[in-house]
């Protein structure tokens, strides 16, 4: 079976190499030359654990290519997906489809003999049949059900693990009407099937809803906490134990429950505000989605100014923080509706001198490109430290802000003696990921999300 993949990003790639890596013919295709021309090249544009050696073993198998041309590829795949972005529409937050329609007309022009073209981006209910109507408009000589049928299978890899959540996905959701394609998209996942990987069969509106729905569910979960963390500050209790507390209830559950400085991401923050939008033009309105996404908002603008409330407390001239992680979660280059997007501008404009070590984006890597790619415009109004000790080095405070794994071994004496304290204070430690034991902090004025403040002066 051939499948062409159409957009090579973060799901296309990954996904294009999975299905190589299972048998399977692919094709990724992308209109970026220069992604194309990397990929050829054996660089992979994007930073995504094991990705590099799953590439370089399915192109030395010759399963997977890259080309920059749809015709010939589409003309004989048994299955086009389309992966492109949906980022949100500038001016309304609907998302933005025109990406998915544009590759839904040049898919048109290029199939020839039965295709089940997927979409495997995450797309509003009713795109499914958007993309159908399209192709039957552009090729009136084509008969949906006998030539090309359109199906939804909406992907739910996360970033940093993304290869293991395609291998061993909690489930397939694929959404047809046809049994053409359904067997199609059976054999397609056979591999997932046999290792007993749940495959949920429905029609594509339900299947493109079930994406938007899981994503505003685990958005509202990560909302909670962090409000339930700014109510055991006031109210003297600890986030860490009542998350524990709730999460030991199996239907709870204890995952999405960890406090931080607001969700990110290329999907939650747009898929929310998308899912909102749609709600709103069908007349049902999703109120508890429209409430997440106002108090996730806020999150980040009031993490800014929980800093500088702690900077200006010391009275400081020109306070100099280091910030440790700026990605949107670890293991990711992903700079997408970071926290760090808000709260870094926010001290630059109050005057702070901002240091940053992020285990991809340090003093001269590879990967400092990729935020001006990714349109960061703050890249040239911080300094980037070679390591978190360099930038800990004279700083007024020490900022984490992305719990990468490396920073937890960070040992504590060393930010004591690193840190720049004046006189009748402890150095400062404001870490948003609550990644240090509230026990293991004395000397420090420690400040951490739904916690008591240290402050053992
Ligand atoms: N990133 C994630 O973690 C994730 C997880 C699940 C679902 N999704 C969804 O998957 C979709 C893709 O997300 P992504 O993060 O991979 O995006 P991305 O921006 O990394 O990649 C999209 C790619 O599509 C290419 N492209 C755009 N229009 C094209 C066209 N007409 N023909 C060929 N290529 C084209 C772009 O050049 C780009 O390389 C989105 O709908 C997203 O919501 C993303």
Redesign the pocket.
């Known amino acids: 079976m051939k499948i062409t993949m ?8 990954v996904t294009g190499a999975c299905f190589a890596e299972f048998g399977f013919d692919v094709v990724c ?4 030359e220069n ?1 194309i021309k990397s990929l050829n090249l054996g660089i992979i544009p ?1 930073y995504e654990p094991g990705l590099d050696s799953l590439v370089s073993q399915g192109v030395k198998s010759k399963r997977l290519t890259f080309t920059t041309e ?1 015709n010939e590829s589409v003309s004989t795949s048994d299955i086009v997906m389309i ?5 949100s529409r500038r001016g309304d937050g609907h ?1 933005d489809l025109s ?1 998915v329609y ?2 839904a007309k ?1 898919i048109a022009a290029a199939i020839n003999g039965y295709t089940v073209i997927v979409t ?4 509003p209910v009713g795109t499914g049949e958007e993309v159908a109507a399209i192709i039957r408009k552009e090729r009136p000589d084509l008969v949906e059900g006998v030539d090309f049928d359109v199906a939804s299978n ?6 940093g693990s ?1 290869i293991q959540d395609f291998m061993r996905p909690d489930r397939v959701v694929i959404g047809t009407d046809s049994q053409k394609a359904r067997e199609v998209m059976q054999r397609l996942y056979r591999p997932l099937y046999l290792i007993e990987t749940p495959i949920l069969f429905t029609n594509k509106p339900t299947s493109e809803l079930i ?1 938007y729905a899981a994503n505003g569910f685990l958005a509202l979960k990560i909302a909670f906490i962090n409000q339930m963390a700014d109510l055991c500050e006031k109210a003297g209790a600890d986030v860490q134990e009542l998350a524990k507390g709730m999460g030991l209830d199996n239907r709870i559950g204890r995952k999405f429950l960890n406090v931080s400085p607001g969700y990110g ?3 939650f923050p ?2 929310t505000l998308a899912l909102s939008r749609t709600a709103h033009q069908l007349e049902s309105p999703c109120t508890i989605i429209d409430a997440v996404i106002d108090a996730n908002a806020q999150r980040k603008v009031n993490m800014a100014n929980r800093i500088i409330a702690k900077l200006t407390e010391r009275n400081l001239s020109k306070p100099r923080v280091a910030v440790l992680g700026i990605t949107f979660k670890p293991n990711t280059d ?1 700079m997408r509706d970071a926290a760090s997007l808000v709260i870094i501008p926010e001290l630059i404009k109050q005057g702070v001198d901002v240091v940053i070590y992020d285990p991809l984006y340090y003093k001269d890597s590879e990967y400092l490109p990729h935020l001006a790619i990714q349109g960061v415009t703050w890249e040239n109004e911080v300094t980037f430290a070679a390591s978190a000790r360099e930038a800990l080095k004279g700083a007024d405070a020490l900022v984490i802000l992305t719990e990468w794994n490396e920073f937890r071994g960070i040992d504590l004496n060393e930010i004591k003696t690193n840190l720049a304290t004046p006189k009748g204070f402890l150095p400062l430690l404001i870490d948003l990921r609550n990644i240090y034991k509230i026990t293991e902090v004395s000397g420090l004025n420690y400040v951490s999300l739904g916690r008591p403040e240290m402050n053992d002066l």
């Open positions: 159409i957009g090579a990003g973060y799901v296309g790639l295709m992308d209109k970026d992604k994007i749809l992966a492109v972005g949906t980022p998302a990406y544009q590759a040049d495997k981006s995450t797309v909406p992907e739910f890899l996360r970033e993304a994406k991401g290329s999907c747009k898929d992903d």
